[in-house]
């Protein structure tokens, strides 16, 4: 595989030539995992899953950059993947030994990594790689992230959908000239054949129809027009407020008319009972899933700085979200 920004060398034939790996971003919740479903169904294609363990983790040193080996050993995405932890700790020779492992799972298939953050970084060690830019209107991932345990209320839990989108707007010089492919969730939802066909050909594949039959090997539904708008069908339009508060003009800019509710004044004393709801809620979200032992370890433990004492609670708890994982 040519990785790193390689171009095809001298004497080199094209059919020795791999394309470097497509890279999906979008913020978590906007339809990433589906979409990941959907493309890996097709021969031609290959995307393991969630990938942000590939630039986590690097930190700069005097040198370049470095894995922090220590860090990605404790990543519950990477365990999940059950791919060899790199021998080498340069940052690049790092990354190219991950990114040759999860092609290795489905050779025969164009590699697909799946981003929700650290686009700034992919961009540097792939610069040749086409983007496909994903977006959900917000109003539907806040709830979505709260349901599964990531935030305890809509106004914290949109955050990482702002941050996602801010980033892809901050680095829109380094995104011009490159080839890349924007699309709405809500778009994907409504005609799912032709925008898989379309991204299939944005990728230099042909479409293939079982691509469309993910469902049955995954715990996922049909693909549903539905699942688009959700936010309009008994949302509390108090949150829904919070949410277009929390994310401003992004949610203009991206398409998404905003809703006819009144925006609500964020005074620090409504900010405040936002968070200690949201605070509660979560802490509740954790003991149901990981029991009330865990959690206070895991809680104390870090309030305390204490690694050790959450260390047996922390690896506990990763083996539920692994069992999570789709």
Known sequence: M????????????????????????????????????????????????????????????????????????????????????????????????????????????????????????????????????????????????????????????VTHWKNTEQDWDNLAPQLAGRNVLEFRFEDFTADPEHWSARLCRFMGVAYDPQMMRFHETSTYQPIDSRLSSQWRRGSDPAEIALIESAVGPLIAARGYPASDIAPVRLTPARLLRVKLGGKIRRMKFRIDRYGLTDTVLDTLSNRLRLPSLGQGARGRMQQVDIRYLK
């Not at 340069?90 to 697909?112: D, M, N, S, W, Y």
């Not at 709260?146 to 305890?152: C, L, T």
């Open 2 to 157: 040519i990785l790193m920004g390689d171009r095809l060398e001298k004497g080199k034939t094209a059919a020795a030539y791999i394309p470097p790996p497509v890279i999906f971003y979008g913020a978590l919740r906007s339809g990433t995992t589906m979409l990941r479903l959907v493309m890996n169904m097709n021969p031609a294609l290959s995307c393991p899953g969630e990938t942000d363990f590939l630039f986590d983790h690097l930190r700069q040193a005097d040198d370049g950059w470095r894995l922090d080996r220590d860090a990605l050993a404790q990543d519950r995405i990477f365990n999940a993947r059950r791919i060899p932890m790199p021998d080498n700790p340069h940052g690049r020779q790092a990354v190219a030994e991950l990114i040759a492992a999860l092609g290795a799972e489905k050779p025969q298939g164009r590699l697909i990594l799946v981003l929700h953050r650290g686009l700034e970084r992919a961009l540097e060690f792939l610069p040749d790689s086409p983007i496909v830019h994903i977006v959900r209107d917000p109003r539907d991932v806040a709830p979505s992230s709260v349901r599964m345990g990531w935030a305890g209320d809509v106004y914290h839990a």
